[in-house]
């Protein structure tokens, strides 16, 4: 039901990307990390939930198009993204978040593409609000786990969201 859900999600949003505009569509799935293991270190792994959470991002992504997967640097984001990267046959690279220049350069790499971003609590907002030229959406909290926004982006300033809600519920 949840593909289904997003898969819905993703045709929306694509028709309303296309709807405002004939240029090419860039699509960005953005996600947070999930649960991360309480190790006392500023790079901790996944914790078991937080792995669990990862199997139901590959499931729930499985039959989406994905043309690229990146990561923020740390282990908890790069592990949430790993199973659906091996079931794609993707490597995850790598980005710098909360850097326009870098964002645009993203854009620019995959225009028309479909993009995964596995970043944190304040840069999956961030990012959002980027792309959307406004200050939209505030910072997640620190157990916001189960936020999954789909951007339709035509140029930074022109892109509409949807948000979706995967795997269990956080407070």
């Known amino acids: ?6 898969l819905f999600a993703l045709a929306g949003a ?7 505009s004939p240029s ?7 996600i947070r990390h999930a649960e991360k293991a309480d190790d006392g270190t500023k790079d901790p792994d996944l914790s078991e939930e937080g792995k669990s959470r990862a199997a139901v991002l590959t499931q ?3 039959e989406t198009k994905v043309d690229a997967i990146y990561s923020t ?5 790069q592990q949430t993204v790993q199973p659906l990267a091996m079931a794609k046959q993707l490597t995850v690279g790598t980005y710098n978040p909360m850097k326009g220049e870098d964002m645009d350069k993203l854009l620019a790499a995959h225009r028309g593409q479909t993009v995964l971003l596995s970043g944190h609590s304040n840069t999956t907002p961030w990012v959002a609000n980027y792309f959307l ?5 505030p910072d997640f909290t620190d157990a916001d786990y189960d936020n999954l926004l789909v ?4 140029e930074k300033g022109n892109a509409t969201v949807t948000w979706i809600n995967f795997g269990k519920p956080t407070p």
């Open 151 to 154: 951007l339709s982006v035509i």
């Open 73 to 77: 640097p740390f282990k908890r984001t």
């Open 1 to 6: 039901m949840k593909k289904i859900l997003l």
């Open 133 to 137: 030229g406004s200050n939209v959406y």
């Open 60 to 62: 729930l992504l499985r």
């Open 24 to 30: 090419t569509v860039t699509t960005f799935i953005l």
């Open 14 to 20: 694509l028709m309303t990307g296309c709807a405002q």
